[in-house]
């Protein structure tokens, strides 16, 4: 197969800002699965559902998508830390969360879905926003706005996220619950309030991550499951748990299936998480900055 | 009750089903009928490894849809029997299961469970990408004009199910009762313990993945004759995801009889609601029905009565 340089060239640098999104949807599962262990594999079902609030917001009140992600986040938070009461109480401190919680996320991921077609039917929608259509011509390089935005936005909040774990107080002890709650009891915290704050936090960037889904492209209820093996796959290879690791994946991935999709056609695509993600399991399941 | 009486009573039970289902003159029947006893037979397989050994399968759908088509490769190639396309089938399924289990199940439990979430939407993508099998179009599929002894091909697939079915749940009560299923609930209760006294438990969780599979696969083989269309997403359905692990953890995943009577329950109610509210409705009351009963009721509805005998004796 021939491949010309340009094309090469466009597919890259699509795929290293597609990896950039990707990242944000990637951060709080790194957050929950990573650092909390919690596998909330309902996160995608509520980042589509961060799609919707801001699709609504947007076409209702003409509000900036970026805008409506602001004052939708603090929401999310509360849901994510209302969520996991419950999964604490029925299934952390009974000691069940590897079948029933699984099972609990794997219904809520189902109910998120079904309501959201049951509301808005199956039809793709979109958003307006001035940064929608134009594109930034560098050379022959293309890089359109809807693609360049969300991935900035999604470097912002990594970086704003790394900091916040490394410096500040609160930060810390989400850092001191994933690596040994045991010893945090022993000092008087009660892990499950941290947990419950962090895992509002990881629901928040949900709802970020949504709004720039949107952006990106027009969104359907059911879109979120393709990328439930793509936030695995980059957990997963990039170390539970780390960001810069997240960070480094999500690019890796971005990079090849934007590759592959330009190559080979975009049907393809969802098979690559998964081989990464299967490659990764069988060969260095600590991941690429794992610990 | 012995295993062999139990095999004598199951088989009594089903050819009571079936004698009966003869007196019945609507061909909707089958059609419904079919749906619940396919439910029970998949509904038991992820039991097997879902309840028995605490492993979570989300790729139901997969391994269900593999068996269906490897039976439209079948179809096209050659002209087989339909027993013949389920063993197919079924063999199909249960190495892919066995190939999962073997990359993922050194590891973690969630690790497994996230892989079969993924090998959902992989396998669906080959099969899209697959124009033998028709691709994104889907396939049609004729059914044979006669079937020996038979005057109707619905009910056919009706007696071939509800077989399936009879021997999917011996299969899961002779387990639960041997020594091979003291170390599955072993593992479920405890694998560092259970690895510790000697239960080979690699072997064992490989066994229930490679079982639990090949029983979906044989559940899946005949859906292209049942349907006659089959296109991925119909194929590759969430539903049947959804309601093979509904099912058990509404009815109880502990024995036998809590995957059943989840998928007679649920699979009547669906049935139901099909026909007269909508069909996206009625995922949403499973969905509901899922999360509201793992909260509430952690062992089911076998949990249940057995609590409740137990307050009785007390």
């Known amino acids: 197969m021939h491949f010309p340089f340009e094309l090469l060239a466009n597919a890259a640098v699509s795929g290293l800002l597609l990896g950039g999104f990707y990242a944000a949807v990637t951060v709080g599962v790194a957050i929950s699965f990573g650092m909390l262990d919690i596998v909330n594999i309902a996160h995608p079902?509520?980042?589509?559902?961060?799609?919707?609030?801001?699709?609504?917001?947007?076409?209702?009140?003409?509000?900036?998508?970026?805008?409506?992600?602001?004052?939708?986040?603090?929401?999310?938070?509360?849901?994510?830390?209302?969520?996991?009461?419950?999964?604490?109480?029925?299934?952390?401190?009974?000691?069940?969360?590897?079948?029933?919680?699984?099972?609990?996320?794997?219904?809520?991921?189902?109910?998120?879905?079904?309501?959201?077609?049951?509301?808005?039917?199956?039809?793709?929608?979109?958003?307006?926003?001035?940064y929608a259509g134009p594109s930034l011509h560098l050379g022959f390089l293309i890089l359109p706005l809807r693609m360049l935005v969300p991935c900035a936005v999604s470097l912002v909040l990594l970086l704003g996220l790394q900091l916040f774990l490394a410096r500040s107080f609160a930060g810390r002890a989400i850092l001191a619950v994933s690596?040994?709650?045991?010893?945090?009891?022993?000092?008087?915290?009660?892990p499950s309030r941290i947990k419950r704050f962090a895992f509002g936090l990881s629901l928040a960037t949900a709802g970020v991550a949504g709004t720039l889904l949107i952006i990106i492209q027009p969104v359907e209820p059911s879109v979120g499951r393709d990328y439930i093996g793509r936030v695995f796959a980059i957990c997963v290879l990039g170390g539970m748990g780390s960001l810069p690791g997240a960070l480094v994946a999500a690019m890796l991935l971005g990079l090849v299936e934007s590759v592959t999709s330009t190559f080979y056609g975009p049907s393809?695509?969802?098979?690559?998480?998964?081989?990464?993600?299967?490659?990764?399991?069988?060969?260095?399941?600590?991941?690429l900055m794992g610990r | 009750m012995g295993n062999g009486t139990f095999v004598l009573a199951a088989a009594v039970a089903g050819a009571?089903?079936?004698?009966?289902s003869l007196l019945i003159h609507n061909e909707y029947f089958f059609f419904a009928?079919?749906?619940?006893?396919?439910?029970?037979?998949?509904?038991?397989?992820?039991?097997?490894?879902?309840?028995?050994?605490?492993?979570?399968?989300?790729?139901?759908?997969?391994?269900?849809?593999?068996?269906?088509?490897?039976?439209?490769?079948?179809?096209?190639?050659?002209?087989?029997?339909?027993?013949v396309l389920m063993v197919v089938g079924g063999a199909i399924s249960g190495i892919v299961g066995f190939g999962t289990g073997y990359l993922t199940l050194r590891l973690r439990g969630v690790y497994f469970a996230i892989a079969t979430l993924a090998l959902a939407v992989v396998v669906q993508t080959l099969i899209v990408n697959w124009d033998f099998v028709g691709g994104a179009r889907g396939a049609y599929i004729m059914r044979p004009a006669q079937v020996p002894l038979f005057g109707n091909y619905i009910q056919y697939l009706f007696l071939v199910m509800l077989v399936l079915a009879v021997v999917a749940l011996v299969t899961a009560r002779t387990i639960e009762r041997s020594r091979l299923g003291y170390g599955f609930s072993a593992i479920r209760d405890d694998e560092?313990?259970?690895?510790?006294?000697?239960?080979?438990?690699?072997?064992?969780?490989?066994?229930?993945t490679t079982l639990s599979g090949a029983l979906m696969g044989m559940a899946g083989a005949p859906l292209p004759y049942y349907v006659t269309y089959l296109d991925p997403a119909s194929g590759f359905n969430l539903a049947y995801a959804v309601n093979s692990i509904a099912?058990?953890?509404?009815?109880?995943?502990?024995?036998?009889?809590?995957?059943?009577i989840g998928a007679v329950l649920l699979g009547t109610i669906q049935q139901v609601a099909t026909v007269t509210i909508s069909s996206a409705a009625n995922l949403l009351i499973v969905g509901l029905l899922?999360?509201?009963f793992v909260i509430v009721a952690p062992n089911g509805i076998v949990g249940l009565f057995e609590q409740h005998w137990r307050a009785r004796r007390a």
């Open chain 1, 268 to 287: 393809w695509s969802p098979a690559i998480a998964f081989g990464v993600l299967l490659v990764t399991l069988a060969v260095r399941p600590a991941g």
């Open chain 2, 290 to 292: 899922l999360v509201g």
């Open chain 2, 33 to 83: 009928g079919y749906v619940v006893l396919q439910y029970i037979v998949l509904a038991t397989a992820w039991n097997i490894l879902g309840g028995y050994t605490g492993y979570v399968n989300f790729g139901t759908a997969a391994f269900f849809a593999m068996g269906a088509y490897s039976s439209v490769v079948l179809y096209k190639l050659v002209s087989l029997p339909l027993p």
């Open chain 1, 45 to 130: 079902a509520f980042i589509i559902l961060g799609s919707y609030i801001t699709y609504i917001v947007n076409s209702t009140l003409g509000v900036d998508p970026l805008v409506a992600s602001v004052i939708m986040a603090p929401a999310f938070f509360l849901l994510g830390a209302a969520i996991y009461q419950v999964y604490y109480l029925a299934f952390e401190k009974r000691g069940q969360e590897s079948l029933r919680g699984l099972a609990f996320f794997f219904g809520l991921l189902f109910i998120t879905e079904v309501a959201l077609i049951l509301v808005f039917g199956v039809d793709y929608r979109y958003v307006t926003a001035p």
């Open chain 2, 16 to 20: 009571a089903v079936f004698g009966l």
């Open chain 1, 179 to 190: 690596q040994d709650p045991v010893a945090l009891r022993l000092m008087g915290v009660s």
């Open chain 2, 192 to 208: 560092l313990a259970a690895e510790a006294f000697g239960v080979p438990t690699l072997r064992l969780k490989l066994l229930a």
């Open chain 2, 247 to 260: 099912m058990p953890l509404i009815g109880g995943t502990t024995t036998w009889v809590g995957p059943l």
